[in-house]
Each structure stands twice: as C-alpha cells, then as structure tokens.
C-alpha cells in the first residue's frame, strides 16, 4: 500500500531540503547549487533569501561571488531571472530551452514582431555585438534596429535574450549598489563553455532533492517544462513513489530526509519571489487559504511572506525615514500566541540588523487583523 503523505509531512520536508528549518553552514556557492538557484529578477531581494537559509551569512560574501564570476544571474527557470553557479548556468540553460522558446513565440508583446523573421542571423548578430562588451537594452535595441529595419527593437532585444545564453552582468545585482540591466554573453562573461548539458533525468532528481517530495505537475511548474510524465517514468524504479492526501502520486529520492511532521518550524521572512513560494503546482504545503484570499496574483509589488510553523501567516514591509527604519508585520487571520509573537519579533529584529546596520532605530510592527 502506498503511504500518505499528510500536509506538515510535506511542508517540514519541503522546509528542510529549502534550509528553511534551520539555518545551514553551507558556503553561498554550496547552497545556491543544492537549491538549484534561486529567482533573482529583483537586484537585492534575494539576499535576504539567503539570509534566512544560512548561519553566519555576509551579503557582500555573496556580491563579490557575483563580481567574481562565480555567480550569476540569467533566464532559466520558468524564463524568469535565477542566481546559479557557473556549472549550474552551463548544465541547465539548454534544458529550458524550449521553456524560452515558448515564451518568446506566444509572447503578446514580442511573438507578432518577430514572426517570419530569420532567427539564425539575428542570433549571430546579438553574439557579434553582446560579446565584446556588456549592453543595456537600449543600447543593443538601437544597434540591432539599424540591422533589422521595420522591426520593433524591444522585439529584438526580447529575441536575443530567450534564443542566447546571456547574464545580466554586475554592478546590477550587488548588495548596496547599483546599475542598469546589462548584459553579455555567458561564453563572453565565463570563458568557453567546457560543461556538460544535464539530462533530464538529472534535473528532475535535483528537482526532487531541493523542493520533494513532488508530483509531475510539480515539476513542471518548477521549470517551464512540460510532457515530463515520461521522463519519470523511466526513472521510475529510481524513485520512492508516495499519495498526497487528495491521492496524488508524488516522488521522492529513496535517501532523502523527510522529517517528522511534529518538527518545530522557526519562524522565516522570505523574500518577494522566494522559490519555495513558486515551485509547486500545489502550494498547499506552504500556502494557506488566508493567503490566497490576499489578492496577490493582482497585486503589485510581489509581496514578502512570513512563515510561522511552516506555513504563511502573513506579509511584511520594510520602511525607512531619517535613519528610523520599521518592519511592520501584516497577519492574515489572527493574533500570534505569545511564543510565537515572541520569535517572530526576535527574527524580526536580527532581519533589521541584517538589511539595515547602519540605522539608528530599529522599529517591529505586528499588525493583528481586526
């Protein structure tokens, strides 16, 4: 008989494998790589993802990482920007490929302007002119619209970046600074490509290994993919198969930790677009209904989420005005028991001291509903 696997099983597994149960003492380099990357299209906000994930953790560990070429940040997963390593850029920017793909030719802004058009020679030319130097968008739209006239430059621009490997290169991304969207090639930025291409098979393990157990659907909401049901299935006899408690069948690697339900959670400030937010097709191990009845797929910005015992119970802000900064907590459904209000407000602040050191006072808010 299959075993069931109840809803805490799999959020205290899911918190365990994304370093969210306890802080690890993985290097930055490490954990990125366990991970498999972490969504990155704002500059900073990822950082307080690793924060939340790592003991000790120094954001300018990790900018001078990324001016060092041993980060970075590029279109992978699902087309949207991801912090990875170098090895992991190489291995898994061919895999989603087609996810690009998709993107670029059902895109109802970019699809229409660049039907018909000849996309190796574009290709060429976005290499020939990204590869000398980085370029923003503007700057590589105004040179490939004098070679393409009559076609939109944005289209263009929007081609390249879903047809080539390209990073956006620092100081866009550093903790503390910044820059325009620039970009280069990953052959230009990172030297010859000497990496061999994942299968698969190989990134649906590494899959399973950072956000498991899952169900197909899981995975391909992960990656953009789709018709990964076969490839499953022929890793098959590989993999632990388990029943969620509507009976989906899940997957899980046979050595991987899936902890006791009853595991204490300590409270966690994710970021805006966190990957253990986004990476499920059923978020119900992480989500609760009060937060789907926020509004968020809506609303705009992309809200900070607060977990407290694994699971969201709220959003939160930062705010500064004259060296006072305050992080307000904004509860869904109801009041904090005095512990947790307590570990929340002490998380709170250490959060405070990490984001903003250097100011003067350093405020927590709770706002209970009602």
Do not use: C
């Not at 696997?5 to 799999?10: N, V």
């Not at 339900?261 to 989500?287: G, K, W």
């Not at 968020?296 to 969201?312: K, M």
Request: hydrophobic letters at 40%; a neutral charge; proline letters at 7%.
């Amino acid at each position: 008989m299959t075993q069931v696997l109840g809803l805490r099983a799999l959020n205290r597994a899911t918190l365990d494998r994304q370093l969210l149960l306890r802080r690890s003492e993985l290097s930055v380099t490490e954990a990125v790589q366990r991970l498999v990357g972490l969504q990155a299209q704002t500059p900073h906000t990822w950082y307080v993802g690793l924060w939340s994930r790592l003991s000790g953790f120094v954001p300018e560990r990790a900018a001078e990482l990324l001016t060092g070429r041993e980060l970075v940040r590029m279109a992978l997963m699902r087309s949207t920007i991801h912090l990875v390593t170098p090895g992991d850029a190489r291995a898994l920017r061919p895999l989603v490929q087609p996810v690009l793909d998709r993107d670029l030719y059902r895109n109802h802004t970019h699809g229409k302007p660049i039907a018909g058009i000849d996309m190796a020679k574009l290709i060429a030319d976005g290499v020939e002119l990204l590869s000398p130097k980085p370029l923003t968008n503007k700057e590589i739209g105004a040179l490939l619209g004098g070679r393409w006239p009559g076609r939109a430059p944005a289209s263009l621009v929007y081609a390249i970046r879903n047809q080539v490997a390209l990073v956006q290169v620092p100081p866009r991304g550093v903790w503390g600074l910044g820059g325009p969207i620039a970009h280069t090639t990953a052959d230009a930025w990172l030297g010859p490509d000497r990496t061999t291409a994942a299968s698969l098979e190989q990134l649906i393990s590494r899959y399973l290994a950072a956000f498991g157990p899952a169900s197909v659907q899981d995975m391909q909401v992960w990656s953009g993919l789709t018709r990964l049901r076969e490839v499953v299935d022929r890793i098959r006899p590989d993999l632990m198969t388990f029943q969620d408690q509507h009976g989906r069948e899940l997957f899980d690697l046979p050595d991987a930790v899936r902890p006791d339900p009853d595991t204490p959670a300590p409270p966690r400030f994710l970021y805006d677009f966190d990957n253990v937010l986004l990476s499920h097709a059923d978020r119900t191990r992480v989500i609760t209904d009060e937060h789907g009845r926020q509004g968020y797929r809506t609303r705009r910005p992309a809200p900070q989420i607060l977990l407290v015992d694994g699971f969201t119970a709220g959003d939160w802000t930062i705010d500064r005005d004259n060296g006072s900064v305050t992080l307000t907590i904004r509860l869904f459904d109801r009041p904090f028991t005095t512990s947790d209000a307590a570990a929340v407000t002490d998380e709170a602040y250490a959060l405070l001291a990490f984001t903003d050191p250097g100011a003067t006072v350093h405020k927590v808010v709770i706002d209970s509903p009602g």
